[in-house]
């Protein structure tokens, strides 16, 4: 087994983590990758040090992937295609006023 | 800084911080795209780094104190065998994982308490840089602790590896606590830290990190010291030949 085989052994036994970051107060915590651990305060550190290290964040947060919930491509057409010709959904057509300068 | 204190003394005293700093660093960084995983080789490689950069700033004020035109280079790559004063624990070879998470388990303990006692320290050079330290040692602490509890508490091959790195390392732990002459002088007049005074608290802590990762205290007996006097093991000629051998071979090269 080569270097690389062998590293990938270990992980197999590892849970993946999604990493979200939050860089200033006030702004959501946005996805930034993912990475193996142990236990969530493990994953909670390396993704310190995996993704933080040139002060990126303030906050961290970490869910093991396997507890996210995805929508499919076959629920495509039952979750997203109705809206497209709902086009009064959107504010597009509402004009903004001028004191209003961060929309 | 009252002129009470001695530059020769102070020199030294901080010339050694910077050699643990710059040892330990450099054991550490062997790790870089060896370690067990890609998370994991990131972490260690991070935390080899903050010794590196700790050392820098250990040496620039030594180079500062010294006043003779050495630079934290000339400090770090310039010197032979002997005139470097790290302990000799920060020197031994990586080993296995075990080993290297066993020794910072030690070091990261000893640095929390010494470095909280020396950013009380007179001398405000040294205080400040033990206060940025001490942040990045609590952090190491976190980690060195949980994978002794993980290896210790683990697999019968993970706790018998880990048990024999304790086994292995604990005559070298003494000398943490023992301070030479040049530090005792300073510590009378409130420069340096007393480092027989942090050994109970590291002793109780280390002793409930054990308890918990279910391994066993070494038994005290035989110890060995001489890294301070520059006495060193036979590991280090080879390290410092791998860490020195870029400034030997094109004296005052910069990236």
């Not at chain 2, 062997?30 to 700033?57: K, T």
């Not at chain 2, 949980?146 to 590896?161: A, F, N």
């Not at chain 2, 606590?177 to 005074?197: H, R, S, Y």
């Amino acid at each position: 087994m080569n270097k690389v085989e062998q590293s990938m052994k270990t992980v197999d036994h590892m849970p993946l983590f999604e990493v979200f970051i939050r860089s200033r107060r006030g702004l959501d915590h946005k996805h930034v990758g993912s990475l193996h651990a142990n236990s969530s305060e493990q994953a909670l550190e390396y993704a310190r040090d995996c993704y933080t290290r040139r002060s990126e964040g303030g906050s961290i947060w970490v869910v093991r992937s396997s507890d996210i919930v995805a929508s499919q491509e076959e629920d495509a057409s039952s979750f997203h295609d109705p809206m497209d010709d709902k086009p009064y959904r959107h504010a597009a057509h509402y004009v903004l006023p001028d004191a209003i300068s961060n929309m | 800084m009252t002129e009470t204190v001695n530059n020769q003394a102070l020199f030294r005293y901080v010339l050694a911080l910077g050699d643990d700093a710059l040892i330990l660093g450099q054991r550490l960084s062997e790790w870089c795209s060896a370690g067990p995983f890609l998370e994991e080789d990131l972490a260690l490689a991070n935390v080899a780094l903050d010794y590196l950069g700790r050392a820098r700033m250990f040496f620039e004020y030594a180079a500062r104190v010294e006043g003779g035109g050495r630079t934290e280079d000339d400090l770090a790559f310039g010197r032979t065998v002997r005139e470097y004063h790290n302990h000799l624990l920060y020197e031994l070879p990586r080993g296995d994982f075990a080993f290297t998470m066993a020794r910072q388990l030690v070091v990261d303990l000893y640095n929390v308490e010494y470095l909280s006692a020396l950013s009380n320290s007179r001398d405000e050079t040294l205080a400040a840089i033990a206060a940025r330290c001490l942040k990045e040692s609590q952090y190491h602490l976190r980690r060195s602790r949980e994978w002794v509890v993980r290896l210790g508490d683990g697999t019968d091959e993970s706790h018998s590896r880990v048990q024999k790195a304790f086994d292995e390392l604990w005559g070298y732990t003494h000398e943490l606590f023992k301070p030479d002459k040049n530090e005792q002088a300073l510590t009378e007049i409130g420069v340096a830290v007393d480092c027989c005074e942090i050994r109970e608290k590291w002793n109780r802590q280390f002793d409930a990190i054990l308890a918990e990762a279910t391994l066993e205290r070494p038994d005290d007996g035989w110890a060995i010291d001489g890294g301070r006097k520059g006495i060193h093991t036979e590991a280090f000629c080879s390290l410092l030949a791998e860490l020195q051998y870029m400034q030997r071979a094109y004296p005052g090269l910069e990236w």
